[in-house]
């Protein structure tokens, strides 16, 4: 009996390898389809999973279903980086679809505490959300998208009318269609006429930095909380006007793997999610399991992933009320592959796919008025738990950094959070909350338990392991202060009229209408941006390296390190251009820019002092390709193209040592480049002759293994585990790690690596147990670990003391800095972000 099994399990991962499947493959059973309905082979010239789809053609393939049926229409909520479009194919009854409007609108109170309990459940549409391949190269997922829509718009009889009248479904096909694009292009590109599933095959060797990721090479699967890209923003912007009661996030896995499905490791769920939601999750998956069976393909749960951190597809839906059900898919990456086995063809991961796609959609129409009670519950409880909470508001303020406070309250308005200006000025925990520039978000509010994710420090867990990060908070990750308070009625005698959109941060020029000089100090968040707007013009600009302070008729103002000087005399234009050019780079950076008519101060030195140091416009070069770090490299180009116009001109690791370098000032490193030794040698010359490196976290390993400079480890923690047995060494290893953490790191604010910052202690992002040994110069380790560090997030006791005085960043010699953990984490590290930025215009003058 073993043998006959094993024997039809593999056939169901062969067939599909040495004939070409049809429709029939996908959806089994005796389905009648409209025959009038395009097939996705008559569309495309080929069967879906022969060869791999491109962007192109699976949207134009949705957008004819939608042409042709009165069951289906297109919304589209976004484009992505590179313009492509972004969308949902919303498929239900004709009926439904003629009244879509009035159905959202009706499901939207659901999500009203006040409200839902006037909605009747027995005849409301369950609202599904089927999201397929936010990860461009799990490319099973997005292709399996046109079977499971072409199924739902042609098929015909009692099944399918029962389930679109009492359903909206959301097929997102393409949750990144820039990495999607990539993917297909190169296995199409690589594909043989007859499969070769040699694993060594060119096919299988994506070239970097691989699909998977967007256009910045950034895991759009993490972006749900932080909104940093398009693709997110609109998603999430859709998530919120549908509010969907199922939301699928469609993946690929390892290879040698087989099929997961939701729920994950029970241990790991987040505490914020209440219970209930993992009980739903598991209810569904028995839908899972009863038609992965049919089909036999072997499949596992409650291992190997988890809930916990809430900025996943299959996580967010889970603190707003929905079920997020993850699917991870065996990878094929081509067309047929030998693992472990078997052979793994294209199309029997499409029908995994198409299986549980359509499983999902059985489990919501059998549960419906269950899953609708649940979302109605979830906002109810969550008034009752804010009602009961220590915690009744957060204040917070930045009155330095007035454009990463507007940011921040972006994201949170983002998320449907409540925010309010303050009617009066409070001091709280040695902070002065001015009502000028402070703001307060209640916590009595609908997602009350989103704000507490958001805002709470968290030291405290059920397990040391992780599939993501330990923390997020974000006043931490922007740098804002912030605090707690207890009392609901000091709470609401504070709160102004709720703000409506993020706060516009006007620039201005101010002072002397016939200036010496103009000042503009550096604490801005923007203020990189208008300098290198300034320094392309050709504008000379200077910075100070010592504080000063006017007090005379004109201005009353101390600037500090940092502060940007531009001399009316000098300089190429004439001052009615230089001020208009001025004017225009302080209105979009949102910069107020002091014009002086003397170069002479009241307290420190005078703008004519040898301590204010020309600036050279950064000309930046950066290491990519193979062996640099995709997702450091691509936080740093993001940041720099998109937020600041700041070029970088990215090399390839495998031409570098042809490369005319001496034409850049700046060189940024991350990972292990693949260069060769007369590459290495190149760099040694350019830095003799005065160019600046930055080594980024793993880019310092490999300084260090060439000799470029001397920086030595912290040795690893010793583990305490003495014995121990085979099946917990992952977990115990785990238990060692750290998995994405928040630490608090002190300023030297004198030293041009920290200018700008208004105070000596800045919370930063830290993940990996890998800790440098501080410099041997005394003033070299302008950034470093505090003592007892551990501000949010996971790290046992052993690395902590490893961290203890460790630097976050150091000099060596002139020309070598290097920044060992992440400023640019994720895109949402605003508050750490300026120590990259300073390394990058103000390494010339140290």
């Known amino acids: 009996m073993k043998n006959i099994l094993f024997t039809f399990l593999l056939s169901a991962f062969i067939m599909p390898a040495f004939s070409q499947v049809t429709n029939a493959y996908y959806l089994n059973g005796n389905i009648n389809f409209d025959e009038s309905v395009t097939t996705p082979a008559e569309f495309f010239g080929h069967e879906v999973g022969e060869w791999h789809l491109s962007h192109d053609k699976l949207v134009a393939y949705i957008m004819e279903l939608a042409q042709v049926s009165d069951r289906a229409i297109w919304e589209e909520y976004g484009r992505s980086h590179e313009k492509r479009p972004l969308g949902h194919l919303i498929i239900s009854s004709p009926e439904n679809i003629r009244n879509l409007e009035n159905i959202r609108l009706d499901h939207q109170l659901l999500s009203d505490p006040g409200k839902s309990g006037e909605k009747d459940l027995k005849t409301m549409p369950l609202v599904i959300k089927l999201g397929y391949g936010i990860h461009g190269n799990e490319s099973s997922a997005s292709n399996s998208s046109a079977v499971v829509a072409y199924y739902?718009?042609?098929?015909?009889?009692k099944e399918i009318d029962d389930l679109l009248a009492k359903t909206v479904i959301l097929i997102d096909p393409c949750l990144n269609p820039d990495g999607f694009q990539r993917h297909s292009t190169w296995v199409n590109f690589a594909r043989s006429l007859n499969n070769n599933p040699d694993p060594n095959s060119w096919e299988f060797s994506e070239p970097w930095p691989g699909g998977?990721?967007?256009?910045?090479?950034?895991?759009?699967?993490?972006?749900?909380?932080?909104?940093?890209?398009?693709?997110?923003?609109?998603r999430v912007e859709a998530f919120y006007r549908w509010r969907p009661n199922i939301n699928t996030d469609h993946h690929e896995q390892g290879s040698s793997a087989t099929f997961f499905y939701m729920p994950g490791i029970q241990s790991r769920n987040n505490p914020l999610t209440p219970a209930v939601n993992q009980q739903l999750t598991a209810e569904i998956g028995k839908f899972h399991e009863k038609h992965l069976n049919r089909i036999g393909s072997l499949y596992?749960?409650?291992?190997?992933?988890?809930?916990?951190?809430?900025?996943?597809?299959?996580?967010?839906?889970?603190?707003?009320?929905?079920?997020?059900?993850?699917?991870?898919q065996a990878g094929v990456r081509g067309h047929l592959r030998e693992t472990p086995g078997f052979l793994l063809s294209f199309p029997f991961a499409i029908r995994n796919q198409v299986t549980v796609s359509l499983s999902t959609l059985e489990a919501g129409l059998q549960m419906r008025e269950k899953l609708l009670e649940h979302q109605r519950d979830f906002y109810k409880s969550a008034l009752e738990e804010a009602s009961k909470h220590t915690v009744k508001a957060y204040l917070f303020t930045d009155p330095d950094d007035k454009n990463k406070v507007s940011e921040f309250i972006r994201i949170l308005q983002g998320h449907r959070i409540k925010v309010y200006p303050l009617k009066k000025d409070i001091t709280r925990d040695g902070i002065l909350f001015s009502a000028d520039n402070s703001y307060i978000v209640p916590m009595n509010q609908p997602e009350h338990r989103f704000i507490r994710s958001l805002f709470e420090p968290i030291k405290e867990f059920t397990d040391s392991s992780f599939y993501d990060i330990s923390t997020w908070n974000l006043p931490m990750s922007f740098n804002i202060p912030f605090t707690a308070l207890s009392s609901t009625k000091e709470a609401e005698a504070l709160s102004g009229a709720i703000l409506n959109v993020s706060p516009?941060?006007?620039?201005?020029?101010?002072?002397?209408?016939?200036?010496?000089?103009?000042?503009?100090?550096?604490?801005?968040?923007l203020a990189p941006k208008a300098l290198y707007t300034l320094l392309d013009a050709g504008v000379v600009a200077k910075v100070a390296k010592k504080e000063f302070a006017f007090a005379n008729n004109e201005l009353n103002h101390k600037f500090s390190y940092g502060t940007i000087m531009i001399p009316v005399g000098g300089q190429k234009t004439g001052s009615s251009e230089l001020k208009e050019l001025i004017r225009s780079v302080a209105a979009e950076c949102g910069l107020t820019v002091y014009g002086v008519s003397t170069g002479y101060t009241e307290t420190g030195m005078d703008l004519g002092s040898g301590s204010f140091a020309v600036l050279e416009k950064p000309s930046v070069a950066m290491i990519v390709g193979d062996g640099a770090a995709g997702g450091d490299a691509g936080e740093i180009w993001h940041m720099l193209d998109t937020r600041f116009n700041i070029p970088v001109t990215m090399i390839n690791s495998s031409r570098f040592a042809s490369a005319n370098i001496s034409k850049y000032n700046v060189l940024i490193i991350t990972g292990s480049p693949s260069i060769s030794q007369s590459g290495v040698e190149n760099i040694r010359r350019w830095t003799g002759e005065g160019g600046v490196v930055i080594g980024y976290k793993g880019g310092n390993s490999w300084l260090a293994r060439n000799k470029l400079t001397d920086i030595q480890y912290v040795s690893s923690a010793e583990s305490n585990?003495?014995?121990?047995?085979?099946?917990?060494?992952?977990?115990?290893?785990a238990a060692n790690s750290i998995p994405g953490s928040i630490f608090e790191v002190r300023l030297d604010l004198t030293h041009p690596l920290c200018y700008g910052y208004t105070r000596d202690r800045l919370p930063v992002f830290k993940s990996g147990t890998q800790i440098a040994k501080p410099d041997a110069g005394i003033y070299n380790n302008p950034v470093k670990y505090a003592a007892s560090p551990l501000l949010s997030g996971y790290c046992t006791e052993k690395n902590l003391k490893r961290l203890e005085g460790a630097p976050f960043a150091s000099i060596h010699g002139r020309n070598i800095i290097s920044i060992y953990d992440n400023t640019n984490f994720r895109a949402i590290w605003y508050g750490s972000s300026k120590i990259f930025l300073n390394a990058l215009f103000f390494g010339q003058v140290i």
């Open 152 to 157: 739902l718009v042609a098929a015909t009889g």
């Open 721 to 733: 585990i003495v014995s121990g047995v085979y099946a917990d060494r992952s977990a115990n290893s």
């Open 300 to 328: 596992f749960t409650e291992e190997g992933y988890d809930d916990y951190y809430l900025g996943k597809g299959s996580s967010f839906p889970d603190i707003h009320g929905s079920i997020g059900i993850l699917f991870e």
């Open 212 to 234: 998977r990721t967007n256009h910045y090479w950034f895991d759009l699967n993490r972006d749900y909380i932080m909104l940093q890209h398009p693709e997110s923003k609109g």
């Open 504 to 525: 516009v941060v006007e620039g201005k020029i101010t002072g002397s209408a016939e200036p010496y000089a103009y000042l503009f100090e550096w604490n801005e968040y």
